[in-house]
Structures are given as structure tokens and as C-alpha cells.
């Protein structure tokens, strides 16, 4: 059974910095396309970042040179850095998972990932 935990979510200045992880459970996860993926309040679900199982990774347009997704084997853990953090940041955060390598997909709009996080929240004030 595949089972994503996040954590890292909080509540942060505009500029400030946070970063969020995601502890993997229960499957071959450097196989994996792992990807992190928000929600806001009233808005359609938008895909952040990803990290294919090669190690390629993407960017949507809106936090390209601010986040950066990365990923520790050894942990089985995936991580998104996030800088120079914006109001409009403010949303779930949920982590994604899936054996097909989705990131180019998710950046294009439309991937639907397998697996899925319970989500954790960011909150940026101005």
C-alpha cells in the first residue's frame, strides 16, 4: 500500500522561505514520478513541481527560480523548497505519486496522479 505524509506547511511572511517534505511508504519509490501539487481556496488544482524517475525536473511558470523540488533516496523522502514566498502561494500542498514519469504532462496541465498525500498548508501573508 503506497502512503504519502507530508509536513513542513505553516504560516509565513511574503519573502520568507519554507520548506515542505514528504515521507514515501510501501513502494519501489526511485521507480516513481514524484510531484507536489496545490490547491487554493476557489481555484483549480495546479501542479508545482515534479521530479520524473530519471531524475528531470518541472516547474510550473509561477514558482520557476523560487521553488525547488528535490528528492533523498536513502529517506525516501521528496522535498520542495520554497523562497522568496508570495501571497498567491498560499494554498494545500499535496504530494503526488505515480509510476508513469508525469512531470512534463503535469506542467502542460491535466496529469492525474495515482497516489496522493493528505496535503499540508502554506499560508502567506503580506
Known amino acids: 500500500q503506497v502512503q504519502l505524509v507530508e509536513s513542513g506547511g505553516g504560516s509565513v511572511q511574503a519573502g520568507g522561505s519554507l520548506r515542505l517534505s514528504c515521507a514515501a511508504f510501501?513502494?519501489?519509490?526511485?521507480?516513481?514520478?514524484m510531484a507536489w501539487v496545490r490547491r487554493a481556496s476557489g481555484k483549480e488544482r495546479e501542479g508545482v513541481a515534479a521530479i520524473d524517475s530519471d531524475g528531470s525536473t518541472f516547474y510550473a511558470d509561477t514558482v520557476k527560480g523560487r521553488f525547488t523540488i528535490s528528492k533523498d533516496n536513502a529517506k525516501n523522502t521528496l522535498y520542495l523548497q520554497m523562497n522568496s514566498l508570495k501571497p498567491e502561494d498560499t494554498a494545500m500542498y499535496y504530494c503526488?505519486?505515480?509510476?508513469?514519469?508525469?512531470?512534463?504532462?503535469?506542467?502542460?496541465?491535466?496529469?492525474?496522479?495515482?497516489?496522493w498525500g493528505q496535503g499540508t498548508q502554506v499560508t502567506v501573508s503580506s
Open positions: 503526488a505519486a505515480d509510476f508513469r514519469d508525469l512531470g512534463r504532462t503535469m506542467v502542460a496541465g491535466g496529469a492525474d496522479f495515482r497516489y
Open positions: 510501501g513502494y519501489a519509490y526511485t521507480s516513481y514520478c
